[in-house]
């Protein structure tokens, strides 16, 4: 559904690039967590999915289009909701009036669902609305577009406690098997039970790239009173004890996917083979 090829891209031509030859495939009925630092290039990689910024070199497919040419045969089964977005001053209902026909397989009683999940006035101005709620909008919207690859870029930022559970709780009941999500995200505990692979960003390249059922088969999770001893992989100090990465024996852990993070990140050597 997805592949890059030799992907190569910088904004500016005189300096290193941002990506270099980057490459990477996925396929649809997943949920996929792009990750980084600040500044690692997430929300750059998504504009160039989505045809918002063009390659420097290599090649971007999805769904058999070239995203660059902003085809209206791709453009109407692909939905970003960006970090920083404008909504015009009309109500729920207009926006969706004017919007909804752009995509052919809009669902409005999944958008009804999901605006009474979210508690979203149907007729005030979305310009009146909250940072939160009109975020909330925008992701029950694309969730309604039913488009066969949806972009989320921070999706939780700005969402309280509440809305956050409810978001996870909506994306995961609402998703098709022939659907993909990409979320890039700081916030990894509110899409920690969501996500199905990891995309991992640093310095140019992917530093992980894996299925998170396949690294809790190699990896085990789990909190204990002492980081000493040959097996331990990463530890981090943690109220009661240290929570710590070992191989896994057998059976299959749940991802700490916050403690991977900061083992990658940090360079740790040791769990470079479990994760390419
Ligand atoms: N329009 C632009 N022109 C020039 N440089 C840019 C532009 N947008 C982003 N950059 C630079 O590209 C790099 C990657 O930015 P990007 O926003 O993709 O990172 P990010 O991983 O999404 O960061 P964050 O986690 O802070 O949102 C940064 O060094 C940033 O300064």
Same mark, same amino acid.
Not at 12 to 21: D, I, M
Not at 226 to 231: D, F, I, K, M, P
């Given at each position: 559904m997805i592949a890059i090829k030799n992907l190569t891209f910088n904004y %500016? &031509?005189? #300096? #290193? !690039? @941002?990506?270099? $030859?980057l490459d990477c495939e996925l396929q649809t009925g997943s949920i996929v967590g792009l990750l980084g630092k600040n500044g690692a290039g997430k929300t750059t990689l998504l504009k160039l999915m989505i045809g918002l910024l063009f390659p420097d070199k290599g090649d971007i497919s999805i769904l058999g289009h070239e995203p660059s040419k902003r085809q209206p045969s791709l453009l109407q089964d692909v939905f970003f909701v960006s970090e920083e977005f404008h909504l015009p001053p009309i109500s729920i209902n207009n926006y969706v009036k004017a919007n909804a026909g752009f995509y052919p397989r809009f669902d409005k009683d999944l958008l009804l669902r999901l605006i009474k999940d979210f508690e979203l !006035? $149907?007729?005030?101005? @979305? #310009? &009146?609305? *909250?940072y939160g709620q009109k975020k909330k909008f925008l992701i029950s919207f694309a969730l309604a577009t039913k488009c066969h690859l949806l972009v989320l870029d921070e999706p939780t930022n700005g969402l309280d406690i509440p809305s956050k559970s409810i978001f996870r709780k909506v994306l995961a009941g609402s998703l098709d098997e022939d659907q993909l999500v990409i979320i890039s995200t700081h916030q990894v505990k509110d899409v920690e039970n969501l996500i199905d692979k990891v995309l991992m960003l640093d310095n140019g390249k992917f530093i992980m790239q894996k299925d998170l059922y396949e690294i809790g088969s190699q990896l085990n999770f789990s909190t204990v009173s *002492? %980081? $000493?001893?040959?097996?331990?992989l990463y530890s981090e100090m943690v109220p009661g004890g240290f929570r710590v990465i070992t191989p896994q024996e057998n059976g299959n852990s749940n991802v700490d996917i916050e403690l991977l993070f900061n083992a990658i990140a940090n360079g740790h050597e040791k769990l470079k083979k479990y994760v390419q």
């Open positions: %500016a &031509k005189k #300096q #290193q !690039p @941002l990506f270099n $030859e !006035p $149907e007729t005030k101005s @979305l #310009q &009146k609305l *909250s *002492s %980081a $000493e001893g040959e097996h331990i």
